[in-house]
């Protein structure tokens, strides 16, 4: 059994600690959190699960680390403290661990990555033995594994695209939905997230990776924006009111510009409510889905799905993610120290887990 530690219990983390738990090669060992008031509890309670674990949560970062976990699941998150992210992993990787994380986009590709996020994580794995794997949903196995697998069903490929079409009034993480994407704030508002090269900051390593996938060179990589308000004040069963003029729906591409044509492109159609922008791509159900289109021949068109806690789309996301990461946790433990990226890391059967709920 591979001693691992979960780094975090907000919506990642608790999907987390699920998955590691119901991992055949997985034993969780130490749960990390920030919060005062859950130190002491259990962590099959912080993950929402009806049994104890008898994994009682630690804030003492300093005695998890040095016990010398062999993984750690970092599922804090890095939208608005990414400087504080980036040191809990190296001191992570440095301790010997091999860190799994959604946290730190732009390691998704560490080969392009800045020498201030990379650096660092270099001199960590040098020091301690470690190793890291940054992924997670979109940016994440949306946009690298699954359309390269779906690519290679095709006779020709003439464009790739990658959608994130999702009501993220079902994504409980206000202070991101409102403040870092702008829902609910004045149309003259500027979303951290949507600034100029944001995007291409956040996704554009994963048109990078499936550029070099597919064997073809970027002339560029480019961005577009729309924002449509809200027409009517609407009220959100997570996240309160959103009112009329204001930020209702976004829509933006991430484009990789091959011989002067966006042939490889992300795109994220969002809103706060499913009235606002109709007539942009809508998911099947009006919640969310993530689909891969292949314009060639034949045409192809792959929509997933996920859902979990109650039916929520947003949880379902958060749980595939972390499935990715955690069921590379093996794997990368019999792999050398490094850093590593989707190509690298195999997408995998669920050996094991057939029929499996929980240990016996």
């Given at each position: 059994?591979?001693?691992?530690v ?62 010398r ?78 359309p ?9 490929v ?11 009034s ?33 996704w ?12 073809v ?11 449509r ?7 959100t ?14 829509r ?86 490094g850093l ?21």
């Amino acid at each position: 059994m591979i001693p691992t530690v979960v780094w975090g219990t907000g919506n990642v983390g608790r999907a987390a600690i699920r998955a590691v738990e119901a991992h055949p090669a997985l034993q969780l060992t130490a749960v990390l959190v920030h919060d005062p008031a859950k130190v002491g509890r259990d962590a099959g309670a912080l993950a929402g699960l009806d049994r104890a674990l008898g994994v009682a949560a630690t804030d003492d970062v300093g005695a998890v680390l040095g016990a010398r976990p062999r993984a750690v699941v970092y599922a804090a998150s890095g939208d608005i403290r990414p400087d504080e992210a980036l040191a809990d992993v190296v001191r992570a990787v440095a301790a010997g661990a091999v860190v799994v994380t959604p946290a730190l986009y732009p390691l998704y590709d560490h080969r392009a990555a800045p020498p201030e996020f990379r650096d660092p994580v270099v001199a960590a794995v040098a020091e301690g033995g470690g190793s890291l794997f940054s992924s997670g949903v979109d940016p994440g196995w949306g946009n690298d594994v699954l359309p390269l697998l779906v690519s290679g069903l095709g006779s020709t490929v003439e464009a790739v695209r990658c959608q994130e079409v999702f009501d993220y009034s079902t994504y409980d993480q206000p202070d991101s939905v409102r403040h870092l994407v702008g829902m609910g704030h004045p149309m003259d508002y500027e979303p951290p997230m949507l600034f100029p090269s944001v995007p291409t900051m956040v996704w554009g390593g994963q048109i990078r990776m499936m550029a070099r996938a597919l064997g073809v060179e970027l002339d560029d990589i480019r961005e577009t924006l729309e924002r449509r308000p809200l027409e009517r004040t609407v009220t959100t069963r997570t996240m309160g009111e959103f009112e009329a003029g204001t930020q209702g729906a976004i829509r933006f591409e991430v484009q990789g510009i091959v011989a002067g044509e966006p042939r490889i492109v992300i795109e994220h159609v969002t809103r706060i409510h499913p009235s606002c922008a109709p007539d942009w791509p809508q998911p099947p159900d009006g919640s969310g889905a993530h689909r891969v289109v292949i314009e060639g021949r034949p045409r192809i068109e792959v929509t997933v799905e996920a859902s979990d806690e109650g039916e929520n789309r947003s949880a379902g996301g958060n749980a595939t993610a972390v499935g990715r990461l955690v069921n590379a946790i093996d794997w990368l433990v019999d792999a050398k120290p490094g850093l590593y990226d989707a190509l690298d890391v195999p997408l995998r059967p669920a050996v094991g887990k057939l029929g499996r709920t929980e240990r016996t």
